[in-house]
């Protein structure tokens, strides 16, 4: 998953921001799977969108030429979530029963 781009800051992303405002990029069969492919991207630095095949994120490609530095902050703050991590639904916090 890949945080949104910040409104404020140039070249930047909000890695704070709740999961439910991140980009799903890419799925992966295996949690290992995804964190290979995210390792390497980091190391690489390229930008998470290149894992995008179906084509949903061009959105995000506002900037021409493309924005290195925006790849970039994109790749260092990337994570893998797992499908159904309860924080992808939102605002809504998880809550613990008390009998």
Do not use: Y
Request: proline share 9%; charged share 35%; aromatic share 4%.
């Amino acid at each position: 998953m890949m945080p949104p781009d910040s409104a404020k800051i140039p070249h930047e992303v909000e890695p704070s921001a709740p999961l439910s405002r991140w980009a799903i990029v890419a799925t992966f069969d295996t949690s290992e799977s995804c964190e290979k492919a995210l390792a390497e991207l980091q190391s690489k630095n390229r930008d998470p969108m290149e894992l995008d095949t179906t084509g949903k994120l061009r959105r995000f490609q506002k900037r021409e030429p493309p924005d290195p530095a925006l790849g970039t902050a994109r790749a260092i703050s990337a994570g893998c979530v797992e499908s159904d991590d309860f924080r992808l639904k939102g605002n809504k916090a998880a809550t613990k029963r008390e009998d």
